[in-house]
């Protein structure tokens, strides 16, 4: 029996298969015209697609014309000349060509250090963040980022007791009181003479927003809900429980006045009663008619902001109190609060402006500022390493990493560990690709990052090191290989190859020669003092008088003298000279407007008023003056140009004698074919 199925799905695996082979005849077509020699250059052959990959970056055209092709073609050829000669001086072995194009690779480089998505992601995350302010308090249980396994698991523990009591009813505030390590939790007490009390903020920590917080700690609380306790957090304090007391829209950045009646944290039942008194009597005299500045002036404790109005400094959400943040988001432009109680005594507030975040589009720019010097940017990094590790087959020798950590000693807790002493240990630690790291290469890079700190623990401060060496060794392989694993980068690295080398020996050649050759200018110039003609000219000055009720005074004086130095010591004498500007000079036409306006005859002018500001001009002819040759320093600029046009031309001339170049007009009239049908 037939199996019909089979039949179908044998014909549709023939025709993929026809169609893959069409396919790849087509392509092999196409490469292998590619791959046709359009030119040599010297002995330098260039391929069909070498020539039309340099031509579709450069060309702006929509469609492809003969004339085109063949204009840039006689370009290219320069531009090829011109690099040859350059690579055939070794300009570009030189130390001072190294490092330029070795800064251009290292920023040419960075986008491929990044995760894109990863950024992407963060960047929406960052911004949606930045619309909310959160209030929380914490509880910090203390433990080195660096600490042993017995340490950081006794610190977990530790939270996590503490997280059951809070859940079984112990109240927060208290327990951060009990507990937390973090010193502002609890009162700090009076010493005579060397510190006043302070009463502690009960883990209260007040209002922040995005980058104001490290980024796990803030992760954590966005991710917690109001009036909800956090799992433990670890940062590189130690271990935290957050707890959310408020989510609010963004206040953003905001500027207010105050008045301000202080109060000490430790002021008695009757200090409190009078000062609350008088701020109640200040807000009610601003009821009643007084104004706001009057307030400050008249009343405020704060003498830091009396003489601005009671102004304080635009501030965001974590920069001030809670109190603030909660009056600031009940107020209007211009709207003065009631009194509001601080741990630092009574305030009325008035808002003076506040601007929310923008559009995701407006924000954006900003917020990539900030991802990319904050510490969420490891995230991208990790990313591209990891990549670099799958795609490179990357392996780590723990054997050979646990002898070499072994031999370093706690010397480096001093920045005294030589690696030099460990230069015989050749065992392999880790690989990438084909590349091979030895234990000696880790004991370089110990040597080389070992910084004077407390004494710790020795193991696992060594494991630390050894994942910054196995990044940098990632990250390093990956920018070694960037050439042959990205085509796109590596034309983009010959272009700025080629760019330099161009630049420096067009340079050498033609712009630094043309204005350092004074001879072979003044030579140039002489044997084309024709080009350089001054049209006919009038040899004049411009008197432009800033105020018109002094035009007919200011003409007196003008018809009075035929020196413009004689002209300009009768207005100073007249104190005058100030609103008068004189302009002597020989003018072309379309040099000066008002020069233009005289008709080009010899006197002085009528008088010309201007008809949008109040300008009066006059303008003396003196004499007309025939068209005659330039001087070359009256025609520098142009000549030096010229010259160097000159220049460039002779040097393309030698070059090509130098390295003689050859079309292969077979394949360029079959390119110029293909192109003209696409």
């Known amino acids: 029996m037939i199996n019909f199925n089979r039949m179908k799905n044998m014909k549709t695996v023939f025709s993929l298969v026809t169609s893959v082979l069409l396919s790849s005849s087509m392509l092999f077509a196409q490469f292998s015209f590619d791959d046709k020699t359009l030119m040599t250059i010297g002995d330098e052959k260039v391929s069909v697609g070498e020539f039309m990959k340099v031509y579709n970056k450069n060309n702006t055209q929509t469609a492809y014309e003969n004339s085109s092709i063949e204009e840039y073609l006689d370009l290219f050829i320069n531009f090829k000349l011109k690099v040859k000669q350059a690579e055939d001086l070794k300009m570009d072995t030189s130390a001072a060509f190294q490092r330029e194009l070795n800064s251009y690779r290292e920023q040419l480089a960075k986008p491929y250090f990044v995760d894109e998505t990863v950024n992407e992601a963060l960047l929406k995350e960052a911004y949606e963040r930045m619309q909310k302010d959160l209030r929380a308090s914490h509880i910090l249980v203390i433990v080195d980022e660096d600490a042993p396994a017995e340490d950081t698991l006794k610190a977990y523990n530790k ?49 922040f927003t995005v980058f104001n917080m490290v980024y796990p700690f803030e992760t954590a609380a966005y991710n917690t809900p109001v009036d909800s306790i956090s799992p433990p957090v670890r940062t590189k304090y130690g271990y935290h429980l957050l707890k959310v007391t408020d989510k609010q829209d963004a206040m953003g950045v905001v500027q207010v006045a105050h008045i301000f009646v202080a109060l000490r944290p430790d002021a008695s039942t009757d200090d409190s009663a009078r000062k609350a008194e008088k701020i109640n009597n200040i807000a009610q005299k601003i009821k009643e008619g007084m104004t706001f500045e009057d307030a400050v002036r008249k009343y405020s404790e704060d003498r830091g902001s009396i003489a601005n109005s009671g102004k304080l400094s635009k501030f965001t959400c974590n920069r001030v109190v809670p109190e603030f943040v909660e009056v600031i988001n009940t107020l209007d432009i211009d709207e003065i609060s009631e009194p509001v109680k601080t741990r630092y005594g009574y305030h009325i507030v008035k808002l003076i402006s506040r601007d929310t975040p923008g559009t995701f589009e407006e924000e954006a720019p900003h917020l990539k500022e900030r991802i990319a010097k904050d510490l969420r940017a490891r995230k991208s990094e990790e990313a591209v390493i990891s990549k670099i590790k799958t795609e490179n087959g990357f392996k780590v020798y723990e054997q050979a990493k646990d002898e070499v950590f072994q031999l370093i000693d706690t010397s480096v807790f001093n920045a005294a560990f030589v690696a030099d002493s460990l230069k015989m240990m050749a065992g392999t630690v880790m690989k990438i690709g084909k590349e091979k790291y030895t234990q000696y290469d880790f004991a370089r890079y110990v040597e080389k990052n070992q910084s004077r700190q407390e004494d710790g623990n020795l193991k696992a401060y060594l494991n630390k090191q050894f994942k910054g060496f196995v990044d ?13 694993n990205y085509p796109e980068f590596r034309d983009l690295m010959q272009e700025y190859h080629d760019g330099i080398l161009l630049f420096n020996l067009t340079d050498k050649e033609v712009w630094s020669k043309a204005v350092i050759d004074t001879v072979g200018l003044e030579k140039f110039f002489d044997g084309r003092k024709d080009q350089y003609m001054w049209e006919e000219r009038v040899d004049a000055t411009v008197y432009e008088i800033r105020d018109r009720d002094l035009a007919g005074k200011v003409k007196e004086i003008i018809m009075k003298y035929d020196s413009d130095g004689d002209i300009a010591l009768a207005l100073e004498q007249d104190s005058i000279k100030k609103l008068v500007n004189i302009k002597p000079g020989f003018y072309e036409k379309g040099d000066n407007e008002y020069v233009d306006q005289t008709g080009w005859e010899t006197g002085l002018s009528d008088q010309i008023n201007s008809d949008v500001e109040n300008l009066v001009v006059f303008v003396k002819v003196r004499k007309i003056l025939d068209p005659e040759p330039k001087k070359l320093d009256e025609a520098r600029g142009l000549a030096t140009a010229d010259y160097q046009t000159y220049l460039e031309k002779q040097w393309i001339e030698e070059l090509r004698k130098k390295y003689p170049v050859t079309v292969n007009d077979k394949v360029l009239q079959k390119l110029l074919t293909k192109q003209l049908n696409k």
């Open 159 to 207: 939270i996590t007791e503490i997280r059951e009591e809070i859940v079984n009813g112990l109240d927060f505030a208290e327990a951060a009181v009990t507990y937390s390590e973090d010193p502002s939790a609890k009162d700090r007490e009076e010493i005579p003479g060397k510190q006043s009390f302070m009463p502690g903020n009960k883990g209260d920590i007040g209002y």
């Open 472 to 484: 940098e060794m990632c990250l390093a392989y990956e920018d070694k290989n960037l050439e042959n």
